[in-house]
């Protein structure tokens, strides 16, 4: 089994990926650990990845579906964190699981209006000395300004400031537009209202999940 989580930065992501692949068994993969195991062992698609990352370039969709691929095994269950980024990405990963016979079995998106994704990002603060992340909305420092962990100052980094969060949404969507139009061709994507809290969120992806896992029953 192959469950993939797409969402927008903020729309909680990587915390409903955690919570849900320690419910059901799943082996939680994003690329960017991927990524960083692969550089480290300096195995050789990592040396690919690796010199592009030096020299700053982005790493092609063929090395990114490489690295991703290469850790799939038909005998586990999975959940992929925000891969495929791209509609290249669904393409090329799609030959590689057929050559492992293997294929994507549900697509959960985390539909979040972008206005709340504004909010969310933009409220984003992080202390300047240890790097500890806070939120003005969900989790604030206890005393304004000031780090919880070290006392240092805690700030609003570049990257979360209105003006790049929405640079950032333009991306997104032109990424992943055709990639959801793509999935819901296949019929494999279902939409979940990212909007609410954590809990809520949670049990309407697993409520997606029990639904197929009920379907595969069946069959």
């Known amino acids: 089994m192959i469950i993939i989580l797409l969402g927008a930065p903020g729309s909680g992501k990587g915390t409903q990926a955690k919570l ?12 960017g650990d991927i990524f ?12 690919k990845a690796e010199g592009y990352v ?3 370039q982005l790493v092609p969709d063929s090395i990114v579906t490489e690295m991703v691929a290469g850790r799939m095994d038909p005998a586990k269950k999975y959940l992929l964190d925000g891969f495929p980024r791209n509609l290249e990405q669904a393409h090329c990963f799609a030959g590689d699981l057929g050559h492992l016979k293997m294929t994507v079995n549900l697509v959960v998106y985390l539909n979040l209006p972008e206005a709340e994704v504004v909010k969310r990002l933009s409220s984003r603060r992080s202390c300047g000395k240890c790097g500890e992340v806070y939120n003005l ?3 604030p420092p206890k005393a304004s300004g000031v780090c ?6 805690v700030i609003q980094r570049e990257d979360d400031t209105e003006n790049t969060v929405r640079k950032r949404l333009l991306v997104f969507r032109d990424l992943t537009e055709p990639l959801v139009a793509y999935y819901k061709a296949e019929g494999l994507i279902k939409e979940v ?7 809520g969120v949670t049990k309407s992806v697993c409520g997606v999940i029990d639904g197929l896992l009920a379907e595969t029953k069946k069959k």
């Open 20 to 31: 849900v692949a320690e419910r059901y068994g799943l082996t939680h993969l994003s690329t």
């Open 36 to 47: 960083r195991a692969e550089m480290a062992a300096k195995t050789s698609v990592g040396l």
């Open 54 to 56: 030096k020299s700053g």
């Open 137 to 139: 909305l969900s989790s």
């Open 148 to 153: 919880d962990k070290c006392g240092g100052a």
């Open 193 to 199: 209202d990212a909007a609410g809290g954590i809990d």
